[in-house]
């Protein structure tokens, strides 16, 4: 099975001298305390955790898978002990305010912290990942005295939380939301309805889980405008153990992450507590799943680390045939896979897919900080820019790297050939686990229209691709001159031009044909994914040749191997967003065209 070891030398080149955290974290209010030398101690202390404690119980989680008898939920061996280490270590309050019991640091640094669990076991993480959107969600909109009942034994670690959207009749459109409130005369309200698909629903990791619930009141309007959301935990405050109406039915038989509890929560007049404003439930959602997806998105980091990380071994010692331009350890009975061509292109791929993802997430975490700042300043203007700056970015990295992260998993499988497919070596793991990260927390089609549709076409008519797109012309027109960036400043100007086009082709076909909008949604993600991971990998390619020329903190192989990533990334990876663009502006009909009922003649 994989051997997980933290990426920290990489995770050190985009903190220290890609990104430059340190004086990033100089600008924030809550950036005091995030010195280098705590940095540093949070990455290591966070990798030793993660190595030691969590990565061994990937396999053997998901052997044992989660369990349900009489009404209790019990996760894999070795899952509470190692959780009760995280919450010791003061692991979940890493980035919440120190008022109710957190370590005030940044948010960026939560999202590092996350990034290494992920990597080291995926199911585990996702037990104290969903509580974080709930903290958020409570954090953002609760009242103070919320925030002392919930907020603080959530920073803690000692309480869990979830979010409860889907119902059996419904998924993306939450309109159809059916989970009724009816108000007491106490303030409180009745929650009654079922919740599927509830990751972390219920679990032995903590005493008490509160579920954040989008239910309608009796006087709701139809639609998302009638939706409120709720605090519903599972024991009332003061009351553990007493039951409150909230009970698992049952725990869902899945594909992957099976030792992630993923459950049918029943609510039976269950007592909850509004939390914003009455039928502003969507919005305040929303806090809940921007940081869910950007979580999300770092699931395709961790699965392509992980997978590179699985394979890198094996391609080094498996010997098979020869090397085509001749042998290269001709003491051995054949060469090691890693001298074939192909090998080399799936574990390149790979390493491509978690370094460039890793920079955009890091990119995208100081966005969050910047954000976070705003509302720690209380200028609710600052908040809404940043806010909207990573609503541009969320979809892409959700999307595209999830995708490719899926890619990377089915890849790794493929390195070990006929031994992929077999258990023990831990890869067909991973490309199981991988699977529902396209899927949740809004599919790629989702992610799509949100990206196109809303934040492209609808809420700025172009102008987020225009402004990120600079970005890329800056760089470019930058490095034309210097021979080693050239090749990447040429490939940028031009992708930069193509993108803007692609943009202003597709809104003027939609204003005449709406179904433009959703055929051409996918592949303009796809084509954005690209382009942004270009610039990253640009970036990438630009410190490591300044480092290499004028010395860096890194030995001179680590940055002559970020060039090589970089030129395969625009030689062998770029060149698909071509076949994005063409097909995004293709006519509405061929895909449109043929009648419902025409997919089918024989299979009704």
């Not at 939920?73 to 009760?84: H, L, Q, R």
């Not at 640094?109 to 509580?131: C, D, H, R, V």
């Not at 991988?434 to 172009?462: M, P």
Request: charged share 25%; aromatic share 10%.
């Amino acid at each position: 099975m994989p051997t997980y070891k933290a990426p920290v030398r990489d995770m050190r080149f985009l903190m220290n001298e890609v990104f430059d955290f340190e004086s990033h974290y100089k600008t924030l209010p809550n950036g005091e305390d995030a010195t280098p030398d705590m940095v540093e101690a949070i990455v290591g202390e966070m990798a030793k955790l993660c190595e030691n404690t969590i990565a061994p119980l990937y396999q053997s989680g998901d052997e044992e898978g989660c369990k349900l008898e009489d009404g209790v939920v019990t996760t894999p061996k070795g899952f509470k002990e190692a959780y009760d280490e995280f919450v010791a270590g003061g692991w979940q309050g890493l980035s919440h305010p120190v008022e109710v019991g957190g370590q005030g640091l940044p948010m960026s640094l939560g999202l590092i912290k996350q990034e290494m669990m992920a990597t080291a076991n995926w199911s585990f993480s996702m037990y104290p990942g969903l509580s974080l959107g709930a903290m958020n969600t409570i954090q953002m909109h609760g009242t103070e005295q919320q925030h002392q009942d919930y907020l603080v034994p959530l920073t803690e670690g000692t309480w869990g939380g979830t979010m409860c959207l889907t119902e059996p009749q419904c998924g993306t459109d939450l309109g159809q939301v059916k989970t009724k409130a009816e108000p007491q005369k106490d303030g409180s309200y009745k929650i009654s309805g079922t919740k599927i698909f509830i990751s972390s629903g219920d679990h032995d990791l903590t005493e008490n889980i509160v579920h954040i619930v989008l239910a309608r009141l009796p006087d709701a309007p139809k639609g998302t405008k009638g939706i409120s959301l709720f605090i519903v935990p599972k024991y009332l405050p003061g009351k553990i153990g007493e039951d409150n109406g909230v009970s698992c039915g049952s725990l869902e038989k899945k594909m992957g992450i099976k030792a992630s509890a993923t459950c049918v929560i029943n609510f039976d007049e269950a007592t909850g507590f509004l939390i914003g404003p009455e039928h502003g439930g969507l919005e305040c959602m929303f806090t809940f799943m921007n940081s869910a997806r950007i979580g999300t998105a770092m699931q395709g980091v961790a699965h392509a680390e992980l997978s590179y990380q699985g394979a890198l071994p094996y391609a080094k010692e498996r010997k098979s045939m020869r090397a085509l331009s001749g042998k290269k350890e001709p003491d051995a009975i054949a060469d090691s896979l890693i001298h074939h061509g192909d090998v080399r292109r799936m574990l390149l791929k790979r390493k491509a897919i978690a370094e460039g993802g890793r920079a955009m997430i890091y990119y995208a975490a100081q966005y969050a900080d910047n954000m976070i700042a705003g509302m720690l300043e209380d200028d609710m203007k600052k908040y809404e820019h940043w806010d909207s700056e990573l609503g541009f970015l969320t979809p892409i990295l959700k999307g595209f790297l999830t995708e490719k992260g899926l890619e990377a998993a089915n890849e790794g499988m493929q390195v070990f050939g006929g031994h992929g497919y077999i258990k023990e070596h831990g890869m067909e793991q991973i490309a199981r686990d991988a699977r529902i990260s396209t899927l949740y927390e809004g599919t790629t089609g989702i992610q799509a229209l949100d990206l196109l549709g809303r934040k492209v076409l609808l809420s700025s008519r172009g102008k987020c691709v225009r402004e990120f797109s600079k970005k890329l012309v800056d760089f470019g027109t930058k490095n034309l001159r210097d021979p080693k960036l050239r090749p990447f400043a040429w490939k940028l100007l031009k992708i930069a031009a193509e993108w803007n086009y692609l943009t202003t082709r597709i809104m003027l076909v939609a204003a005449k044909d709406r179904d433009m909008v959703s055929t051409a949604s996918y592949d303009f993600l796809m084509y954005s994914g690209y382009a942004m991971m270009a610039y990253f990998w640009a970036l990438q390619a630009g410190v490591a040749s300044d480092k290499l020329e004028n010395g860096g903190n890194e030995p001179a192989e680590f940055y002559k191997a970020k060039l090589a990533t970089a030129e395969f990334y625009f030689d062998r990876m770029l060149p698909s967003a071509k076949g994005h663009a063409e097909a995004a502006l293709k006519p509405t009909k061929s895909t449109m065209q043929m009648s419902a009922e025409d997919f089918s003649f024989d299979y009704e």
